[in-house]
Nanobody, 114 residues
Framework: QVQLVESGGGLVQPGGSLRLSCSAS????????MGWYRQAPGKQRELVAL???????NYADSVKGRFTISRDNAKNTVYLQMNSLKPEDTAVYYC????????WGQGTQVTVSS
């Protein structure tokens, strides 16, 4: 079992920045990939960014060049630096851990509005 604790969401103006963090504990030896998904009202959950054990990353086209995912393996923590935020980035952001089993965080709200 893996427990995930997320932090860093909030309200920000368009063009602003936020940094999300997600720390994993428990059966962390089984983690292969870590990342972030998001779900806006009335929409399906979508991949935002993923980082694999070897460091390879994937990003949604809509966030390329604005968001950066990173991972501190010593702390079992994944970060999502979000710059140049847009109103369409407003969503609940969920931390994801992939391995033999997949785990999800409780979600953190990100609201981009003036």
């Amino acid at each position: 079992q893996v427990q995930l604790v997320e932090s860093g969401g909030g309200l920000v103006q368009p063009g602003g920045s936020l940094r999300l963090s997600c720390s994993a504990s428990g059966s962390i030896f089984s983690i292969n990939s870590m990342g972030w998904y998001r779900q806006a009202p009335g929409k399906q959950r979508e991949l935002v960014a993923l980082i694999r054990l070897g460091g390879r990353t994937n990003y949604a086209d809509s966030v390329k060049g604005r968001f950066t995912i990173s991972r501190d393996n010593a702390k079992n923590t994944v970060y999502l630096q979000m710059n140049s935020l847009k109103p369409e980035d407003t969503a609940v952001y969920y931390c994801y851990v992939g391995g033999p089993r997949n785990f999800w965080g409780q979600g953190t709200q990100v609201t981009v509005s003036s």
